[in-house]
């Protein structure tokens, strides 16, 4: 009797088993996702074709970064450069134009190729030796004012960009390099990496540039979380604009674009992209 008691109890407790796992939720499926990279390292007809005619005869070596997206097809679009030096030698053009005619391997979902992806990358050039340059990711490096052009130009690469607006859905905006006269000065990695739990993704604060030359009427748009959203908001009364840009754009009055990449101020790009 016991015994038959024993079994019986068995199998409820089976059977309420059994329901509790046929009434668990079913985890959801994570999809494995794979960043652009490159294919193959650039070719000695790569480099040749792309490096600036005057650094190459005098024996000048540069880096640059550069970031643009890849379509499903491998294809690079909307090059920019958001860094380069020595400045003014043309090593952020030679990047741009060796990433686009680099094969690039495009964003996976699942083995799957998608549109969308963005490759971010430091290019650097070598020659007559070393070069041992290493960027500053402190906060405004990769910042432009933006003006709109009368009519709707070519896309250059590093100079124009498209900005549509309700009105203009194809308007052209133009960029122009600045240097700040004040900013923020302390490191992104050392401070507000620590404060944000964001290790990846593009987010784009946009301001107003007041009278002073102080940002204003700031908003933080593309991948930002609540987190990273109100510390980029922070930063921007510790920037301060000059009264023109290096070609002489005036400041105040116009619009100025931060790009932050998380990906490089929490760790750097990765790998640099090293071709002698």
Wanted: net charge positive; glycine share 10%; hydrophobic share 40%.
């Amino acid at each position: 009797m016991k015994r038959a008691a024993a079994v019986v109890s068995f199998l409820i407790l089976a059977a309420c088993a059994g329901l509790a796992l046929a009434q668990a939720p079913a985890r959801p499926r994570v999809s494995v996702v794979t960043t652009p990279d490159w294919l193959r390292p650039p070719t000695a007809a790569d480099i040749e074709a792309v490096y600036p005619r005057r650094a190459w005869r005098d024996g000048l070596s540069g880096a640059a970064i550069v970031r643009c997206r890849v379509s499903a097809a491998g294809t690079p679009s909307d090059c920019a450069v958001l860094m380069e030096a020595p400045p003014g030698e043309g090593f952020g053009a030679a990047a741009v134009a060796l990433a686009n005619r680099t094969p690039l391997r495009p964003r996976t979902v699942d083995g799957r190729p998608r549109d969308g992806g963005v490759l971010t990358r430091e290019v650097v050039f070598r020659r007559g030796g070393a070069f041992t340059y290493r960027f500053n990711f402190n906060p405004g490096d990769a910042a432009v004012l933006v003006t709109p052009l009368a009519s709707r130009g070519r896309l250059v690469p590093g100079a124009t960009m498209a900005c549509p607006s309700p009105d203009q859905p194809k308007r052209t905006c133009r960029l122009h390099r600045f240097d700040w006269v004040a900013r923020p000065r302390y490191l992104f990695q050392e401070d507000v990496i620590k404060r944000t739990e964001q290790r990846s993704g593009v987010s784009l604060m946009e301001c107003n540039v007041g009278r002073d030359g102080g940002l204003e009427d700031c908003k933080v748009g593309g991948e930002a979380t609540e987190g990273s959203r109100a510390i980029l908001l922070g930063l921007a009364p510790g920037f301060k604009a000059p009264a023109m840009a290096r070609d002489g754009a005036v400041m105040s009055g116009g619009r100025v674009l931060i790009e932050v990449d998380w990906k490089i101020l929490a760790g750097g790009p990765e790998p640099r992209w090293i071709v002698d």
